[in-house]
Structures are given as C-alpha cells and as structure tokens.
C-alpha cells in the first residue's frame, strides 16, 4: 500500500531565504507526482506536475524534482515572500489508477 | 481563469439526512472526482467519474455516496443518510484528461450533528 510522507510537518523561515520541502513515498511504481498549495479554508492550487519519466518541472521561483527510484521528491521555493505561506501538499498518482495518495503537507510561515 | 466551483460553502445537517453538494466543473474538462478532508487529516479519494458513470472508487465511499452528472455542467455528491464522522471538507476537482493535472473547487464544509 502507498504512502506518501512529508517532512518537515511545520517550517518558519524569514523572508527572502531559499526552502526545501520533502515528499517521499514507498511505491516507486507512480505514473506522476502532483504538488499543491493550501491555504487556510480553501481548496488546493496545483502548482507542479511531475511525469514518471520526468525529472523536474519548474514554474517562476518554484523547482520541483522527482528521484522514482528513491522514492523522493522535493520543492523548491526561491526567495520566499510572505505570500508563499501555506500549506503544501505532494500527490501521487498510481499505475492503472485514477486516484491521488496525498501527504499530510508541510506547513510554511514566511515571517516579513 | 476557468475555476472549479462549490455550492454550498458550509452545510449543516443532522444525523440520518440526505445532503447534496454540488460542483461545477472546468468546462472542457472530463474527468470530475471528489475527495474529502476530515479536520487534522490527509486529503483521501472518494471517487472519479468519467463518461457518465464511476471510473474508481475508495473504500470509504459504500452505498451511502452516490454521484451523478445530471446535466452538462454540474457533478453532484450524495450522501443518504449522514453520520457524525462524516463531517469533512468536500472538495470536487476536475482534469482535462486522466493524467493532466487535477483542479479543485475551495470546498463544502460538511458538518453532521
């Protein structure tokens, strides 16, 4: 059975520094890698989307690696801004299923 | 930018009442799904719904859920009879297709007393 495990549970760090957040999962047999943003009683924002085949995907100050073999993946976020404060949650999505298998998120607090 | 939007924002019911929530998926997207989110834990899979009928199905979701594409744009969730743990965020996403990337609605806040 997969499961799909985030850490830090919780990151404080001051405005403008460079962040890592980490998924790892026990299956390797994924068929993609979904990270999304959750702010507080909303929904969720996808923000990247990793192919099985893919090492990395990158959007404007986010960069997103997927290591299958491993098990891993991580997100990047360059110069953090308040704004980016926010629960981040990783996905996975199995071969020959349409379902996603969430982490429990890495919650961020960017202090101005 | 096209959204995925939820109605209603909260509902309230009592034990053993049948609640609809209701979804509006993207417009040309043809994959629709539900998860939920109990306070404090994981988002988990209910279901995914493609070419008018179920693709996949949790565990959780028995013969107490229901789905339905009543027309060309809304995707509704029916739960017949509610329990207390079934309290939860609801939340209804979308994908153009089964592998792109998933779009959620801000959710129905389901409260069971």
């Known amino acids: 059975k997969q499961e799909v495990t985030q850490i830090p549970a919780a990151l404080s760090v001051p405005e403008g520094e460079n962040l890592v957040l980490n998924c790892s999962f026990t299956d390797s047999a994924i068929y993609n890698l979904q990270w999304f943003r959750q702010d507080p009683g909303k929904g969720l924002t996808s923000l990247l989307l990793i192919q099985s085949s893919q090492r990395e995907q990158t959007s404007g100050r986010l960069n997103a690696s997927l290591d299958k073999s491993s098990g891993r993946s991580t997100l990047y976020i360059a110069a953090s801004q308040p704004g980016d404060s926010a629960t981040y949650l990783c996905?996975?999505?199995?071969?020959?299923?349409?379902?996603?298998?969430f982490g429990s998120g890495t919650r961020l607090l960017v202090r101005p | 930018e096209p959204e995925v939007t939820q109605t209603p924002s909260h509902q309230v019911t009592q034990m053993g009442q049948e609640v609809i929530l209701r979804c509006v998926p993207i417009?040309?997207?043809?994959?629709f799904y539900w998860y939920r989110q109990i306070l404090g834990q994981k988002v988990e899979f209910l279901v995914s719904?493609?070419?008018?009928?179920?693709?996949?199905k949790s565990e959780i979701f028995d013969d107490q859920f229901s789905v339905e594409r009543p027309d060309g744009s809304n995707f509704t969730l029916k739960i017949r009879s509610t329990k207390l743990e079934d309290s939860a965020m609801y939340f209804c996403a979308s994908s153009e297709e089964g592998t792109a990337p998933l779009h959620f609605g801000n959710g129905t806040r389901l409260t069971v007393t």
């Open positions: 417009s040309n997207h043809l994959y």
């Open positions: 719904f493609y070419n008018n009928e179920i693709s996949e």
């Open positions: 996905a996975v999505r199995m071969d020959s299923s349409y379902k996603l298998i």
